[in-house]
């Protein structure tokens, strides 16, 4: 009797860890599925050379971006179209593991849980994807960048759709360049700039400052600071670019000059100023698509009055992520609240509140008097645009170029943030960029 006793009890050890076993097993397939079947090694999805075997990519006006043609991954026709999208759409061989051929690979192959990549009258549905993606937009602002490296990012900051999404170095994914690895041009090709990088924010940080005055300083509207084109701060000083006088805070966004927010900064405090700049995201992930994006970063904990002086006006150990700044644009555009972006769907829902109506209101009043005034709207096309510019000085290298800001018409309420590195300044560099995507917009 103990005998058998003690096989039932084995038997029902061996039974659990069978039953336990399988419904791991079962978990694991409805969880992870997907991606078992687009590994790289799969033969039914991939050629000989790695090349991906999926459904039709288009952008929002139906031009395909890419396409599998007699066992071959095709991509746009148009180069620059292909170059300015290779980080969006994807390589073939699934190195960008951003993009939507990496994110959304289940349903380009056409898997499915049930059937799995059986070919049945199911398994081709829904295996088409079609992106928010302005195709000739992308184009024009990537052939703007002239060759330089950096990111774009525009979007409907009522609805969320993404419109322009450009990541640089990139390459040619119908003639993938044999030295990828090895050529230091394509240093960071398979990063993807928008979402998983940050550059130094240069003076479309002064927004953030100016945003923190206006929680802090009763009077920040009337409060005057003079210019003399340097400031002295301990054994070291502030320097800016020009003399400018005496300036209110209006003004000096303007003028973007360094003097006046440096001081403003050393009366605002670093306490203050660290607690809107993360307010306002910095220090914070967003989320894009199934993609957790690279932080903003300031830390004014043990900053001098120097340092936080400087990192007032977005040097110093300030670091900003495109897609953020793009965030923080259609926030301010949009009464202090934005929704999450998206390129495919109707989105999430998600919407992401950066700052409060009121200091949203002022601080749209004060980008645009920036395009009337200092940038001039001819340069825009038309469009009613707000904006801020930045010119990121760096060490033995040329600057990092800024322009952030957005439209302010209704039948075309667009959100933007492009970085060009190594470029001439923010307004002719990087305001190049967005006005070629603008015009290709209309």
Request: net charge negative; charged share 15%; hydrophobic share 40%.
């Amino acid at each position: 009797m103990k005998t058998t006793g003690f096989r039932s009890f084995v038997l029902y050890i061996l039974l659990f860890a069978f039953l336990g076993g399988l419904v791991y097993f079962l978990a694991s397939l409805v969880l992870n599925g997907a991606d078992w079947v687009a590994q790289p090694y799969n033969g039914h999805i991939y050629a000989e050379d790695a090349t991906l075997s999926a459904g039709t990519i288009t952008d929002r006006d139906g031009m395909i971006l890419a396409s599998t043609e007699d066992g071959a991954r095709t991509y746009a026709e148009s180069e620059s179209v292909r170059r300015s999208l290779l980080h969006t759409v994807g390589d073939s061989s699934g190195y960008i593991g951003t993009s939507v051929q990496a994110t959304h690979r289940s349903q380009l192959i056409g898997w499915n849980l049930f059937t799995g990549l059986n070919d049945t009258i199911f398994s081709g549905l829904g295996t088409d994807i079609r992106l928010t993606i302005d195709a000739d937009a992308n184009a024009a602002a990537y052939d703007a960048f002239g060759g330089h490296d950096g990111a774009a990012f525009i979007y409907n900051y009522e609805t969320g759709e993404v419109l322009v999404k450009i990541s640089a170095p990139t390459y040619d994914p119908m003639n993938v360049p044999e030295d990828l690895s090895e050529n230091e041009e394509y240093e960071g090709v398979f990063v993807d700039h928008t979402l998983s990088s940050s550059y130094t924010p240069g003076s479309i940080f002064k927004l953030v400052t100016a945003a923190a005055a206006m929680e802090t300083l009763p009077d920040w509207s009337t409060r005057t600071y003079t210019c003399e084109e340097s400031y002295a701060i301990g054994d070291s000083q502030v320097t800016c670019l020009d003399y400018h006088g005496e300036l209110t805070l209006e003004q000096a966004l303007g003028h973007s000059c360094n003097i006046y927010f440096a001081k403003l900064a050393l009366d605002i405090g670093a306490e203050a100023l660290q607690e809107k700049a993360e307010e306002m995201g910095f220090g914070e992930s967003f989320q894009f698509d199934s993609i957790t994006t690279y932080a903003s970063q300031i830390d004014l904990s043990d900053a001098s009055d120097l340092e936080l002086a400087w990192s007032s006006v977005g040097q110093a150990e300030v670091m900003a992520n495109p897609y953020h700044m793009a965030l923080l644009m259609g926030a301010i555009a949009n009464g202090g609240t934005t929704p999450e972006p998206y390129l495919m769907g109707g989105g999430t829902g998600t919407e992401y509140t950066l700052t409060d109506s009121t200091t949203a209101a002022a601080l749209h009043e004060m980008m645009r008097n920036n395009v009337v005034n200092y940038y001039g709207d001819s340069m825009f096309g038309g469009y009613t645009v707000c904006a801020k510019t930045g010119t990121a000085e760096l060490d033995d290298q040329n600057p990092n170029c800024w322009i952030v800001g957005f439209s302010d018409d209704p039948d075309a309420p667009y959100a933007f943030a492009v970085c060009v590195q190594e470029g001439d300044s923010g307004l002719y560099t990087a305001g190049q960029v967005i006005a070629a995507a603008l015009n290709a917009l209309t």
